[in-house]
C-alpha cells in the first residue's frame, strides 16, 4: 500500500487541492486508515500536504474549514515523520533536505527506497548524499538480490549509527553464508566504532558527575579544608544558591518574560551573594566562638541546618519548586554516534572549571588569599604581622560559602530544588574533601573526579544501587590505608 | 488535659458497659468524626503524596458543606509523615490511638503501606490506599483504590506489544529500587516470558529513590535498544527522581517514536515544571487522566480549580492539575461515606462489610464499584501518550471496567490463594 503511494509520489502527479477524503480519514479514522490518508496526501505530492501533516502531528485536522481535534499515537507519528522527512527530500533547500536524510537515517521503511533512490540521484551536497547512501543500503539489506545486499551490508560497515547495528545484528542469523559472514564482519567494524562513542559518553558522564561533586565539594575545600570547620550546614547552604536561583527566576518570569533564557546569568551572582552573606552570619553568629572545638561545632553547624531547612519549609513549602531550563540549556549536542551530550551538563562542566579557576586564582594571587593561607597556616603569627585574623575568617568563610550558592545554582539545573536538597550533597562533599586531603585544593579537584569516574564506571557495569555501596566501601577502606587522602599537606601544619 | 481525658474514659466505658456498643467513634466525638490524612508532606514523595492531602480536604469540605456523614461533620486530622517509612508506621498509631480516627487516607509507595498495614491491623482501624500497587495483598482493613497490576501495569505492556503501540520485542525494565518496583517486574519478568519474549530481550535496572543522575541508565537503555528489535521501557521510578529521568531523556534526545518510555507512577503532577516538548508520546497507564472528556470529570477539574485558588495551594492556583491517585482518593472518599451511612455505624467491621459492592460515578467517567470480597475497584484501564502541554493523549482504554487480581496469575502459587481477606476473627476463636 505504501509502497504504492511512493511510486505514485515518484510519478510526481500534478498539484491537486488537498484530498477531503484524506483529510476525513485523518480526523476520523482508525490507525490504519489514518495512515493511510497519510500516505494519500504524500502521493498527491501536493505542497500543501506538509502543512497538513504538521498540523496534524500537532493533534488538528482542519476539515471544511473547521479544527477537529484528533489523537495521534506514536505509530501514526512514525508514519507522518516519514511522510514528512520523504517530502522534504526534494525540496530545494539544503537544510530540509539534510534534516530529512538525518530522520530517514534514524530507521526507514523499506518501502521508501525508489523515494531515497531519486533523491540520490538528485543530490549533489556530499553530507546528504553519503547519509542516503547508508539510508538506501539500509533498505536494500532487507530486499533484493544477493550481490546487492552483500554491498548493502559492507556500506553499511563504514557507517557509526545505531540503526546500523540494529540492521547487522538481525543479517547475522541469515541463511545464506556470505550474507553471514560479510554481516559479521560490518557488525564487527560498526560495533568497534560504537564502543568509543559508548567509552566517550561514559568518559563524559564522568567528568559531568565529576564536575557536579567538585562544585558542591569546593566551598567544604575552603570551609573545612583551609578553615577546619565540620560545616555540617554545607549542604544548606547549596539548597539555599539553588532557591535564590528559584527566585531570581521567578521575579524573571513576572518581570521580563522577554529576558527569562538570561535569568541565570543574574542568578549566579545572587546566589553567590546570598549564601555567602548566610554563611558569614553563621560565622560571626554561631562558628567563631566555636574554633578550635570540632565536637561542639559539628552539634552546632547540624542544628543550624535543620533551622535552614525547616526556614525553607515555611517560606517555600515542603513540595519541591520548579526552575525551568532556560533554552541554552536544554537538548544537546550529537557529538559520537548515538551519543548525545547534554548542553545543560556541558555548561555546568565549563561553570565548574571557571570557579575553580577562579577559586585558585583568589587564594594564590590576592591580598585575600594571602590571609586566609596565612591565618590557617599560622595564625598566631598571622596576627602578629597585623591581620585581622577575626575578619579574614569571616571573609573565607563567606567565600566558601558562597561557591556552595553557586553549587546550588548549578544543581538547580539538573536536579531537583526543595528543602531537602543539601542532605543529598553533604556526605558527597564531605567525602570527596577527606578523599583529597584535607586542606588540599588540588585534592579535591583530584578526588571529585575519580569518584565521579568510579561510580559512572560502575553504575554502567553493576547498576546505581551497587555502584553506590561499592564506591562508600572503596572509601572506607581507602580512608584506613591512608587517612590523610590522596595530598597530604606536608610540614608543621600537619597537627593543627 | 489528663483530667477531661479521665472522666471521657470513663463516660465512655459506662457507656459501653451500658448499651454494650463497640462503635466507640461516635461516642468519643459528638459531632464531629475524625479521619487521618496520612501523607508525605515533605521529603523525595511529597511531589506525588502533598496534592492528595488537598483532594482529600476538598471533599471533607465538600462532604462537611452537605451536612457531613450521617449528620455528623468530618474533621481531618493531617499528619506528616515525611517520606519515612518506619514515621508512617508511628503516625499512624498516633492518629488510631490518640486521634481515635474513624478512618484512615493514606499511603503513595507501597513500603509505607507495608510499613503501617501491621498497626492498621492490631488495631483494628480501617485505611483507604488510593494508588496503583503490586498486589500480592489483601488486607481486611485496607481498602485498595488504586490499580491492581492487572488495571495498569499488564494491559499497557500488551498495549505496546500490540501493532498500534510498536510492536516491542524488547524490554528495559526500570524501576526505584523498593517492593513495588522489584514486585511488578517480578510479574511483568513472568508475563513477557509466558508471551515468549527471551530472557536476553529483558533487562532490569534499578536506581535508589531521590536518585538524580540518570546518564548511565539513558545510555545504557540506549545501547540495549541498537542490540536489535524494537525495544519499549517500562517505567516503575517514584518521587522526585522522575524530573531528573525525564529532562535526561528529553536532553539526550531519546525519541518515543525509537524507544516509548510507559511509566506507572508518572501522571500530570510529577510532569509539572519539565519541559515536555521533547517527551512528546512517551506514555503512562492510569485509570483516569485530566484530559479524559466526561461530564463527571469536567465537575471534578473545575471543583479543584476552585478550590486551589481559594485554599492558595502553590502551583495548582495558576495551573490546576488533577491525576490519577487524587481521583482514586476521592473516589474512596465518598465510597467510605456511603458505607458509613448504609452500615449506620463508624465500626471497622460494619464499615468494611457495607464497603462492598459500593458504586460511585468516578471523575473518568466510568462507574466504579468496589468488589464485594477482594477490597479493590472495579476500573477501566487508559494509556495515554505525553503531549506538548504535558497533558495526556489517550490513545487506548478497555471497554469497561475490569475487576482486580491482587494476587498475580504470574506468580507462582497465586492461584491457590483466596480473592478475599483472611478473616482474622474467624482465627481469633
Same mark, same amino acid.
Given at each position: 500500500m505504501r509502497n504504492l503511494l511512493f511510486v505514485l509520489l515518484l510519478a510526481a502527479a500534478p *498539484? =491537486?487541492?488537498?484530498?477531503?477524503?484524506?483529510?476525513?480519514?485523518?480526523?476520523?479514522?482508525?490507525?490504519?486508515?489514518k495512515i493511510q490518508a497519510i500516505a494519500a496526501l504524500l502521493a498527491e505530492g501536493d505542497p500543501e500536504a506538509a502543512a497538513v501533516l504538521a498540523k496534524f502531528a500537532e493533534g488538528e485536522v482542519v476539515v471544511d474549514g473547521k479544527p477537529v481535534e484528533v489523537v495521534v499515537n506514536n505509530r501514526v507519528r512514525v508514519a507522518v515523520a516519514d511522510a514528512l522527512a520523504a517530502l522534504g527530500l526534494l525540496a530545494p533547500e539544503r537544510a530540509t533536505r539534510l534534516a530529512a536524510a538525518k530522520a530517514l537515517a534514524g530507521g526507514a521503511d523499506a518501502l521508501m527506497l525508489p523515494l531515497v533512490k531519486k533523491a540520490l540521484d538528485k543530490e549533489s551536497d556530499p553530507e546528504i548524499k553519503s547519509l542516503l547512501e547508508l539510508v538506501a543500503s539500509s533498505m536494500q539489506m532487507k530486499g533484493g538480490d544477493k550481490a546487492t545486499r552483500i554491498a548493502a551490508i559492507e556500506r553499511l560497515g563504514t557507517s557509526n549509527s545505531p540503526n546500523s547495528r540494529t540492521l547487522l545484528a538481525e543479517a547475522v542469523a541469515d541463511a545464506d553464508e556470505d550474507i553471514r559472514i560479510a554481516a559479521q564482519k560490518s557488525l564487527r567494524e560498526v560495533q568497534g566504532k560504537l564502543a568509543w562513542g559508548e567509552r566517550a559518553g561514559l568518559l563524559f558522564a564522568g567528568v559531568s558527575l565529576g564536575s557536579i561533586l567538585l562544585l558542591a565539594a569546593l566551598g567544604l575545600a575552603i570551609t573545612y579544608g583551609l578553615m577546619g570547620v565540620i560545616n555540617m550546614a554545607h549542604g544548606e547552604l547549596i539548597m539555599i544558591g539553588a532557591y535564590t536561583t528559584y527566585v531570581i527566576q521567578d521575579f524573571f518570569k513576572m518581570t521580563f518574560p522577554k529576558a527569562f533564557d538570561w535569568y541565570l546569568l543574574a542568578a549566579i551572582p545572587a546566589s553567590f551573594v546570598v549564601a555567602g552573606l548566610v554563611g558569614m552570619m553563621l560565622e560571626r553568629v554561631v562558628i567563631r566562638w566555636l574554633y578550635g572545638r570540632p565536637l561542639e561545632t559539628l552539634l552546632a553547624t547540624?542544628?543550624?541546618?535543620?533551622?535552614?531547612?525547616?526556614?525553607?519549609?515555611?517560606?517555600?513549602?515542603?513540595?519541591?519548586?520548579?526552575?525551568?531550563?532556560? *533554552? =541554552?540549556?536544554?537538548?544537546?549536542i550529537q557529538a559520537f554516534a548515538g551519543v548525545v551530550l547534554p548542553w545543560s551538563r556541558i555548561w555546568i562542566i565549563a561553570f565548574a572549571a571557571l570557579v575553580l579557576f577562579l577559586m585558585y586564582f583568589l587564594l594564590t594571587k590576592t591580598r585575600l588569599g594571602l590571609f586566609v593561607r596565612g591565618v590557617t597556616q599560622n595564625r598566631e603569627m598571622a596576627a602578629c604581622v597585623g591581620v585581622h585574623t577575626g575578619r579574614v575568617d569571616m571573609w573565607a568563610f563567606g567565600l566558601g560559602s558562597g561557591i556552595?550558592?553557586?553549587?546550588?545554582?548549578?544543581?538547580s539545573q539538573i536536579g531537583n530544588v526543595g528543602p531537602d536538597l543539601g542532605q543529598g550533597y553533604i556526605v558527597d562533599s564531605f567525602m570527596v574533601v577527606v578523599f583529597g586531603g584535607v586542606g588540599q585544593l588540588a585534592g579535591t579537584v583530584y578526588a571529585a573526579l575519580t569518584l565521579g569516574f568510579a561510580n559512572k564506571f560502575l553504575e554502567s557495569v553493576s547498576g546505581?544501587?551497587?555502584?553506590?555501596?561499592?564506591?562508600?566501601?572503596?572509601?572506607?577502606? =581507602?580512608?584506613?590505608?591512608?587517612?590523610?587522602?590522596? =595530598? *597530604?599537606?606536608?610540614?608543621?601544619?600537619?597537627?593543627? | 488535659?489528663?483530667?477531661?481525658?479521665?472522666?471521657?474514659?470513663?463516660?465512655?466505658?459506662?457507656?459501653?458497659?451500658?448499651?454494650?456498643?463497640?462503635?466507640?467513634?461516635?461516642?468519643?466525638?459528638?459531632?464531629?468524626?475524625?479521619?487521618?490524612?496520612? %501523607?508525605?508532606?515533605?521529603?523525595?514523595?511529597?511531589?506525588?503524596?502533598?496534592?492528595?492531602?488537598?483532594?482529600?480536604?476538598?471533599?471533607?469540605d465538600e462532604i462537611n458543606a452537605k451536612g457531613g456523614v450521617m449528620g455528623m461533620k468530618i474533621e481531618p486530622v493531617v499528619v506528616d509523615p515525611a517520606s519515612n517509612w518506619p514515621l508512617f508506621a508511628e503516625k499512624a498509631r498516633q492518629l488510631i490511638t490518640q486521634d481515635k480516627v474513624a478512618v484512615t487516607f493514606g499511603c503513595w509507595t507501597s513500603v509505607s503501606r507495608k510499613s503501617v498495614l501491621p498497626v492498621f491491623e492490631e488495631l483494628n482501624s480501617l485505611l483507604f490506599y488510593p494508588v496503583q500497587y503490586e498486589g500480592e495483598e489483601i488486607s481486611r482493613n485496607v481498602f485498595y483504590t488504586g490499580a491492581a497490576p492487572n488495571q495498569q501495569a499488564i494491559p499497557a505492556v500488551e498495549y505496546l506489544m500490540s501493532k498500534d503501540g510498536g510492536s516491542a520485542k524488547r524490554w528495559v525494565l526500570l524501576g526505584t529500587d523498593y517492593v513495588y518496583p522489584r514486585t511488578t517486574n517480578k510479574i511483568l519478568r513472568a508475563f513477557l516470558k509466558s508471551k515468549g519474549v527471551a530472557e536476553a530481550d529483558i533487562m532490569e535496572e534499578y536506581t535508589p529513590f531521590g536518585h538524580s543522575d540518570y546518564q548511565t541508565i539513558i545510555a545504557k537503555i540506549k545501547k540495549f535498544s541498537s542490540e536489535g528489535k524494537k525495544t519499549a521501557v517500562v517505567s516503575t521510578i517514584n518521587g522526585d527522581s522522575n524530573v531528573p529521568f525525564y529532562k535526561e531523556l528529553g536532553n539526550q534526545g531519546l525519541k518515543a517514536t525509537d524507544v516509548p518510555v510507559v511509566a506507572f507512577s508518572v501522571g500530570e503532577e510529577e510532569l509539572?515544571?519539565?519541559?515536555?516538548?521533547?517527551?512528546?508520546? %512517551?506514555?503512562?497507564a492510569w485509570n483516569y487522566f485530566m484530559s479524559i472528556k466526561a461530564p463527571a470529570n469536567d465537575e471534578f477539574t473545575k471543583k479543584w480549580g476552585a478550590y486551589a485558588k481559594a485554599k492558595n495551594i502553590a502551583g495548582h492556583k495558576d495551573k490546576p492539575l488533577t491525576n490519577d491517585p487524587m481521583e482514586a482518593t476521592y473516589i474512596g472518599i465518598y465510597m467510605w461515606k456511603q458505607a458509613v451511612e448504609k452500615a449506620k455505624s463508624f465500626d471497622t467491621a460494619k464499615v468494611s462489610a457495607a464497603m462492598g459492592g459500593q458504586t460511585f460515578t468516578a471523575p473518568s467517567g466510568i462507574t466504579s464499584t468496589m468488589d464485594a470480597k477482594n477490597h479493590h475497584l472495579h476500573k477501566a484501564v487508559f494509556i495515554g501518550e505525553v503531549k506538548a502541554d504535558g497533558q495526556f493523549n489517550v490513545v487506548w482504554k478497555t471497554k469497561g471496567p475490569v475487576k482486580a487480581q491482587p494476587w498475580s496469575p504470574f506468580i507462582a502459587g497465586n492461584d491457590k490463594k483466596k480473592d478475599e481477606p483472611a478473616l482474622m476473627a474467624e482465627k481469633k476463636k
Open positions: *498539484a =491537486f487541492a488537498i484530498d477531503k477524503a484524506a483529510l476525513a480519514k485523518l480526523a476520523e479514522g482508525d490507525n490504519d486508515e547540624w542544628g543550624i541546618s535543620l533551622m535552614l531547612i525547616q526556614s525553607v519549609r515555611t517560606i517555600f513549602g515542603a513540595a519541591n519548586v520548579q526552575v525551568e531550563n532556560p *533554552a =541554552f540549556m536544554s537538548g544537546g556552595a550558592g553557586l553549587a546550588g545554582c548549578a544543581l546505581a544501587v551497587i555502584a553506590k555501596i561499592v564506591v562508600l566501601v572503596f572509601i572506607i577502606f =581507602f580512608i584506613q590505608r591512608r587517612p590523610q587522602g590522596l =595530598f *597530604a599537606v606536608k610540614g608543621r601544619t600537619v597537627e593543627a | 488535659m489528663k483530667r477531661r481525658n479521665f472522666v471521657k474514659q470513663l463516660a465512655l466505658s459506662a457507656a459501653v458497659a451500658a448499651i454494650g456498643l463497640g462503635s466507640t467513634a461516635i461516642l468519643a466525638q459528638g459531632k464531629t468524626v475524625k479521619v487521618g490524612v496520612l %501523607h508525605s508532606l515533605s521529603g523525595t514523595m511529597a511531589i506525588s503524596e502533598t496534592v492528595l492531602k488537598d483532594i482529600a480536604l476538598m471533599a471533607f509539572r515544571g519539565v519541559d515536555t516538548k521533547p517527551l512528546v508520546g %512517551h506514555l503512562a
